[in-house]
């Protein structure tokens, strides 16, 4: 296949607003009507640039996890992460903190005291059937930048141009931030069982001859062994791509939860809501986030279409 015959699916955000009551707004791509999962990545929100002095910055309030693994990767500021195994962090940009939540943990997000600007990416990976039920885990990763070509890479998860991230995965993934050059062309070597999916930050990228502008996510199917990304801005542009084998498991999400079934969602409120499951994070000067209402009609199962 040549450039002109890949197929892209360009997928828009929606603003959704994140944290309770200190909400701040987020962009979110991924899960759409149209695409569940590229790969086992399910969730991607994409905030900022904000400055925490309009914003109010971050402020997330303890919350659950199951089923899934939290990726926090950023472009400016920094967030201070506490969670129920007892992890404190932070989270800086270049920087990967990876949190297994798997049969149930809790955790907080808030912009530290000097951040100014806050902006990022937060994603989800879901867990497949054999492993959604793992102990608690906290990684944490520095991988160094990279040139090839035209762009500046960083891989943080899987392999990409030579570059192997070390953080564990329950499925293979791939996960990495490329900064391309004004006007600059790179062409990048992947694998051909993976589908991916390039979300944009800044600037406009073409994704074979496609266009991606600022805050949409290009999706292109398995098959393909190389990608070719275009900057056709002035300035330097920067994407996040992510990749991965088609995860076949049905899931359903809702909240902070990821299960396969409505009887495990509704468990899992009932688990944070009674304190129970999901342990106790200690040092945030506040009350844990309430789980909302669940709807009255049973919660279905999705996948991706065919």
């Known amino acids: 296949m040549s450039t002109v015959d890949v197929e892209v699916e360009v997928l828009s955000a929606r603003d959704v607003p994140l944290g309770g009551p200190r909400a701040m707004t987020v962009r979110r791509t991924l899960p759409q009507r149209s695409r569940t999962l590229i790969g086992a990545w399910c969730f991607a929100d994409h905030y900022g640039p904000d400055r925490v002095a309009d914003s109010g910055g971050m402020d997330v309030a303890p919350h659950p996890h199951t089923g899934l693994q939290t990726v926090s990767w950023l472009f400016e500021g920094g967030i201070e992460h ?11 940009p270049g920087e990967l903190n990876l949190m297994t939540g798997g049969h ?69 993934l791939l996960g990495a931030e490329l900064l391309l050059d004004p006007a600059a062309t790179v062409t990048l ?67 902070n939860f990821i299960a396969r079934t409505d009887e495990e969602i509704r468990q899992a409120r009932e688990d944070w809501t009674t304190g129970t499951r999901f342990g106790e994070v200690r040092g945030y000067p506040g009350s844990p986030l309430p789980a909302p209402e669940l709807p009255t009609t049973p919660l279905k199962p999705r996948r991706n279409p065919r």
Not at 202 to 218: I, W, Y
């Open 104 to 172: 149930g943990i809790s955790h907080t997000e808030v912009s530290t005291p000097d951040t100014t600007v806050l902006h990022g990416v937060q994603l989800w990976v879901a867990l497949p059937e054999e492993h959604r039920h793992a102990a608690r885990d906290f990684q944490h990763h520095a991988p160094h930048p990279f040139r090839v070509d035209g762009a500046r890479l960083r891989v943080f998860l899987g392999t990409l141009a030579g570059e192997t991230s070390p953080v564990r995965t329950f499925t293979p």
């Open 82 to 92: 506490r969670d129920s195994l007892g992890s404190h962090a932070f989270v800086r």
């Open 189 to 255: 070597p992947v694998d051909p069982a993976f589908e991916h999916g390039v979300l944009v930050d800044e600037g406009d990228v073409h994704l074979a001859t496609t266009l991606l502008r600022p805050a949409e996510l290009g999706y292109v199917a398995p098959g393909r062994d190389t990608l070719t990304l275009t900057n056709t801005s002035d300035h330097t542009a920067r994407l996040i791509l992510l990749g991965g084998p088609p995860f076949d498991e049905e899931i359903i999400m809702w909240w």
